[in-house]
Each structure stands twice: as C-alpha cells, then as structure tokens.
C-alpha cells in the first residue's frame, strides 16, 4: 500500500530531512510514526502524498511511483489518501455539513450522492447534529472530528494523520483514536504521526520511529520508549 525504498529528501537549506529511508506499510495497516521534533515525520507525509518529491529513492503509494508520476495525476492520486493535521484547517466560512460535502464535489460526485453520504458520515463521527454548525462554534475535538469525516467521506484507502492529537486533550484525543480505529477497521491503512507516549503506549500497534531522519526502529506492536 505505501512503500518507500532508499528515500532521501533535503530542503533547499539545511541537511538532508530524510536519509536513505525504507519501510512498506501493508493495506489496513495502523501505524505511529513517531520521533523527536525535526527528525523528519511531517517530510515523510508530505512525500506520501507528492506534496514533496523524494531527490533519491523511489516511492510506492496505492500501487503508483509516485516519483515518476506527472504533476497532473497527482489530484486523481489524491482521491486515495485522506490527511487530518493538528490545526484542523476546517474551511471557516462554510458548515460541518458543507465542509465535508465540498470534499466530493471537489471530485466531480453528484449532488444526490453528496446528500446521502454527509449525513451518513456525520454519523459516524457522532455529529449528526451539529452539521449546520460553522467550525468556531465547535470544541477542538468535535473540529477534528470533522476534518476526519471530510478526509474520510470518500472512503480512502489510506488515511494520514500529522499530529491529530496535537491540540486536544487527553479525554479529547482518545475520542478521536477510537474514530481512527473504527476507520481502520472497515480495512483503510492509518498512518499517524505523533508525540504523544501514552497514545502510542496503550495502543500498542506498529511503531516506526525516526531519528534525525533517519529510521531507527520499525516494531510490531511497539511502545513509545524503548525501556521494555
Ligand atoms: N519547508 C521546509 N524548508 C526547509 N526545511 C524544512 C522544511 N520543512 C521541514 N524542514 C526541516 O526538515 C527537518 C524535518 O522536519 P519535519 O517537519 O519533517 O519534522 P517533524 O518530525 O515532523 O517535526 P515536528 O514533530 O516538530 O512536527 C527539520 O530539520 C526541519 O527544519
């Protein structure tokens, strides 16, 4: 589903963000992407979903190089994964309900698909009733429980996570790994990348850590320190 091989990645300035970085992460996959602050989890991100081209290596995501893939392709490639960040970034001027729809009409969906699949996922993400809601009238968790439902509402099969926890607290952040969970259950890989120990403790799913860009461990239903 992902694969990277050998993937290297420098910013105009500075060393290189990524070093020579290999892993494969299988279809329906839940895993934590995890290291210190600068060690390269948000680069790694921005290359799965050719926000960032890799300068070596070669890059695999749902079954397309994403090195050798033109420009052109790339919002068609899109389609397949769905990303959450920490801030949110909910469309302000627009509701719960149109900021998820605008997520398929971006992609050309027709209008009475869009009405059944808004409401259907707002279910799922426990906010059926507040779709006529504008994002400031949201807590943080129920805002990021809408950017899950937008990047989720064309069921990808991939789905990336940059800190979605960052800016909730704890009760908060479990609200939305139960969400994330339940997401890759119905079979989407989940790719999250996080600094948050107890999370990643209790969950004990794959762990992928990154050192200065480097990859320094790779651990099945791992933890977030090495102390075990
Ligand atoms: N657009 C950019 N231009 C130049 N350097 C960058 C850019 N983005 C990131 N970097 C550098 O690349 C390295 C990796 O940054 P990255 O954001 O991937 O780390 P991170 O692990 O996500 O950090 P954090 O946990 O703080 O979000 C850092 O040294 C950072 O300063």
Redesign the pocket.
Known sequence: MIKFENVSKS?????P??KDVSFEIDRGEFVFLI??????????I?LMVREEKPDEGTIWVAGKNLVTMPSWKVPHFRRNVGVIFQDFRLLPNKTVAQNVAFALQVIGKPNRFIATQVPQILRLVGLEDKMDRFPHQLSGGEQQRVAIARAFVNRPLILLA??PTGNLDPETSWGVMNLLERINRTGTAVVM?T?DVGIVDSMRRRVIE?DD?RLSRDQVRGVYGLGV
């Open positions: 910013y105009s300035k500075g060393s963000a990524v290291g210190a602050s600068g060690s390269g989890k948000t680069t790694l921005r940059d800190e990348a600094h990154i860009g």
